[in-house]
């Protein structure tokens, strides 16, 4: 079956750091465009970064100059290194084919408290 695992949340102190991963298992991702989202509780689901095929990037404002999104195709997996964290990015955290062509995963808590 194809399958988005997202990992790597947990606790951190505002203006901590985290990176999470999203590996992929039944679909090559390699010319797939990515997204990452997030929802907090209580609230919709929110586009915060892409990435394409060939490595471009785009954030939502609210994480520009923060986060950073990657891919290593090598290992079928994207990432979203976290920096500057505040409470305000308390979330659960999934990826995506730009295209939404597959299921959303599990999604993994990211957690911003003092």
């Known amino acids: 079956q194809v399958q988005l695992v997202e990992s790597g949340g947990g606790l951190v102190q505002p203006g901590g750091s985290l990176k999470l991963s999203c590996a992929a298992s039944g679909i090559i991702l390699r010319n797939a465009g990515m997204a990452w989202y997030r929802q907090a509780p209580g609230k919709q689901r929110d586009w915060i970064a892409t990435?394409?095929?060939?490595?471009?990037?785009n954030y939502a404002g609210s994480v520009k100059g923060r986060f950073t999104m990657s891919r290593d195709n090598a290992k079928n997996t994207v990432y979203l290194q976290m920096n500057s964290l505040q409470p305000e990015d308390t979330a659960v955290y999934y990826c995506?084919?730009?295209?939404?062509?597959?299921?959303w995963g599990q999604g993994t808590q990211v957690t911003v408290s003092s």
């Open positions: 995506n084919l730009i295209n939404r062509s597959i299921g």
């Open positions: 990435i394409g095929s060939g490595g471009n990037t």
